[in-house]
Every structure is written in C-alpha cells, then in structure tokens.
C-alpha cells in the first residue's frame, strides 16, 4: 500500500525555474541532473532545456540539436516523454519502444532506460515524484493504492483524454516564457499541478483506472475527505477518535458510520493502514546501516514494537527486519 510519502520536494505550492543555455555542455546536464534524474550521455551532452517546477510535478522542454543517447540505471520517479518533433527511441528493461509527437513514453519508478534521440528532436519531459502520483490517486478513489502504477510504456496522443491531457502540458510550456504568468502563483502552481497529476490517472490504462472512471457508488463526504486528508498529511501524529471527529465537525458515531460506508474501515483503522505504508516505504528504501526498525516504527505513531510487527507482517508477508535487510 502507498500513499503519500514525505519527501525533500518542495510543495505544490513552490514554483522554480531553470534554463540551461542552448550550446549545452555542463550547464545542461547539470539541469537535466537536477531537475530529472542523474544520466550517462554516450558522447557530450549537447541540448537546451527549459524547466518549470511545480512541488512533485517537474516539465521541460528539451531540444537536441544532435542526436544523444542517455542512459538511466534506474528512475526514481514516473517520467513520461512527449515528442514535439523528431522520434525518440527507447529501450526499457529490455523492450524497444518509439514515439513521436502522435504518441508518449512512460515509465515507471525503478525502470532502467536508455533514450535515443534523432538529430532535430524536441520534447516535453514530465517528471511525476512517485508519492505524488500514488497518493493523487488514493485522493481521488478514496482508498490507498499499491505503487508503483502501471502506466502503459506507450499511449497515443492523438485523441481522447491523453491528447487533452497533452494539451495542458504544452499550456505549461508555453508559459515558460513568459515571467509574469499565474503559474507562479502558488495557489494556481498548486492547482495546475493537481490537475495534472488526476488527468494523467483519467487518460491512460491502468489497475485502477476502470475503478477510477466508474460513477461512484457513493460520493465521500466533505467532513470524511477532511479527516483522511489529516490522516494523510500527517499519520505520525497522536491522533485520537476524539480528535478526528472533531475534524469532521461530526460525533464519532457519526464519523465511524461515514468510514465504515465509505472507506469500509474505522478510523484508527484506516489510520493504521496508513501508517504501516509509510513504515513499509521508508524500511524498503532505508539503510540497514543507518536506521532501525524501531526508529521506524516510531517515527510513523506506532509506540508498541510487538503489535507493529504483528500488524506489518500481516499486511505485508514479512517482518519488518527482513523488509529493511532486503533493500537494494
């Protein structure tokens, strides 16, 4: 189960800019390091790139005036590549892939990439750090989701859902340009970038997205969306029946009836679930070397050793010593 996951990503709410002189050389990768993910040129990386930042949700706007080949050991984010001219090739765990401005590339945290550009490319690049996508998601069905999603390597542009979806990326681009634009505007920056986020969800296949598209059987409430927002936010915290239903502006006999209806759970139960996520997370992506399983499970509200390692490897198949010395 993921859901949001705390991260050094400045909020949605946080607006960067960056340009990389079109002549390339260290300027350029060093954006492209930055913004993106570290990369293997297989010659001198000669490119301009313009790049927006909005929190989780990064876009550039690359242009090689050569071919270049860049070579990824392993993405930590969902990456998606739109074509504005030229063909860029790729080579995904294995699987030869293509597109052009007709079609996208997608890929998923964890694949190992190599991208081949033609001479006279240009192309968006959207980075998507996984947290925001996967609790995006858990938002929008009102439960938590397992990540990573399964976003199709290849989707066509050309009509649909992905092709306005498409459009709202360029509509990001061009306001690259322009220094006074709303998009630096944390309140439009934070909006923008959630619409981003759930339109990329709606447009293409995946495990949940004839679950996502269904009329919903019951629409969760205001006060019940407020309290898993506050659980979401920050699970560590001592919460209480009490408290969550004081969130809600509700009774707890109320707010238990509107989770057991529409989350299928109580509260503290949902809330447990949240929190065993982020221990799972954090256990899997630590340093055997550096925390431990008891500095984890402290840090994510769980003050009983026994009961947390009970509940985790109910949920999860495995204890949580085993999850942190099975780290890559």
Known sequence: ??????????????????????????????????????????????????????????????????????????????????????????????????????????????????????PNTAELDVRIESWALEAELAGLLGHPVRGPIDLPPVFDLTAGPAHSWSRMVRLLRDELVHETSLIHEPVIAEQFCGSVLSGLLLSVPHRYHEELVAPPAAVITQPIRRVVTAIRDEPEHAFTVGELAAIAGMSVRSLQSGFRRHLGSAPMAYLQEVRLGRAHETLRQGDPARITVADVAHRWGFAHLGRFASAYRHRFGESPSETLRNVT
Do not use: C, K
């Open 1 to 118: 189960m993921v859901d949001a996951l705390p991260s050094a990503t400045p909020a949605p709410g946080n607006v960067h800019f960056d340009r990389a002189d079109s002549a390339g050389g260290p300027g350029a990768r060093d954006t492209v390091n930055r913004f993106y993910h570290p990369v293997a040129a297989g010659s001198d990386l000669e490119l301009g790139i313009e790049v927006i930042q909005l929190g989780p949700l990064t876009v550039g706007h690359l242009t090689f005036a050569e071919s270049a080949t860049l070579d990824v050991p392993a993405l930590d984010a969902y990456h998606v590549t739109l074509p504005t001219s030229g063909r860029v090739l790729a080579l995904r765990d294995g699987h030869e892939l293509a597109a052009t401005p007709a079609t996208a590339l997608a890929f998923r945290p964890g694949d190992r990439i190599r991208l081949r550009h033609e």
